[in-house]
């Protein structure tokens, strides 16, 4: 069976990041064709390591290549306090016998995208680092992609400065080029990403699933329970999920079409997303913004979705 969707995912894992993998690896119209890990939870290093631990403790079969070490202008900050020193604390992984592939992780975009005879869905859900300097470096490419479906962002308030969410502020000139290069952009921020918390009774619920894929999202979220105390949150959001659901999926979400435009003057408003819903700027929308979730469907959809996972 054909599958309808080609996508690139590109991550900095990251526990969210993780079941977003998982979510594209097990979903039966995805072809998740490459995941690119770049700098933003962690260092490279950190995030390029997570991600190959995933794809290997699940078996999957999917290439992973190593992406941009570094933001395009801004000096580097990570999210240790949250995700820990690893960048993925929580689980216990084997030793690692897989590597990444040689080819740098843009130029894999640039050429994947290019050499494809069907449109490929980019769904970035970490900085957006790899995605600008792909549509800087080669802005044709803009014509064989179907959408960015990404995670980022926030039309309230941020979490890692009040002004921005971490994403966006780990690299807004890359967010930039994103939302001003005219493929169709859809925005999973902080607003809608919030409604999709795992507690407990989620968490057990995954568990109980029975198999890697349960244990490893259980794993991980247990040790984000302990994270997200630090905002006065008793569970864990799984914001990158909802980029790969609504990939997908999108009737599980409510969108609204907006102007949005990334703060670069490096005050405190740095990286924050001008969401203009009302279109008192006089410019037209260049992206959907995602406001509401059906949580019961969504977690329905996640579950159903990791059961076909080893």
């Known amino acids: 069976m054909s599958k309808k969707w080609k996508v690139i995912l590109d991550c900095d894992v990251g526990h969210d990041d993780a079941i977003a993998l998982m979510l594209g690896a097990a979903h039966l119209d995805i072809e998740l064709v490459g995941i690119v890990a770049v700098a933003g939870n962690q260092v490279l290093e950190k995030t390029l390591k997570n991600t190959l631990h995933v794809v290997q403790h699940l078996g999957l079969d ?75 470096m080669r802005p044709e490419i803009r014509e064989n992609i179907e959408r960015i479906v990404l995670m980022g962002g926030a039309y309230g308030l941020g979490n890692y400065t009040p002004a921005a969410e971490f994403n966006f502020l780990a690299d807004p000139e890359a967010a930039h080029i994103v939302f001003t290069s005219g493929v169709p952009v859809v925005m999973m921020g902080l607003d809608l990403t919030n409604q999709a918390l795992a507690d407990r009774s989620i968490i057990d619920r995954m568990e109980g699933i029975g198999n890697k894929a349960g244990k490893l999202f259980g794993d991980m979220m247990r040790f984000t329970l302990e994270s997200q105390r630090l905002f006065g949150l008793e569970a864990g959001p799984v914001h990158d999920v909802t980029a790969m659901a609504y990939t997908v999926h999108p009737d599980l979400f409510e969108v609204k079409p907006a102007y949005v435009e990334i703060c670069l003057d490096k005050g405190n408003c740095y990286g924050r997303s001008v969401v203009d819903f009302y279109g008192i700027c006089g410019k037209e929308p260049n992206a959907l913004v995602g406001t509401g979730l059906d949580k019961g469907a969504f977690w329905d959809f996640l579950e159903e979705n990791l059961r076909m996972l080893p």
Not at 75 to 84: F, P, Y
């Open 62 to 136: 999917i290439p992973v290549y190593a992406g941009m070490s570094c933001p395009m202008v801004r000096d580097q900050t990570v999210a240790g306090e949250i995700h820990g020193e690893s960048g993925l604390d929580g689980p216990v992984f084997d030793e690692l016998k897989i590597s990444a592939q040689e080819e740098h992780g843009v130029n894999y975009i640039i050429r994947t995208i290019l050499e494809s005879k069907e449109k490929i869905t980019l769904v970035p859900v970490g900085p957006m680092t790899d995605i600008g300097m792909a549509l800087r």
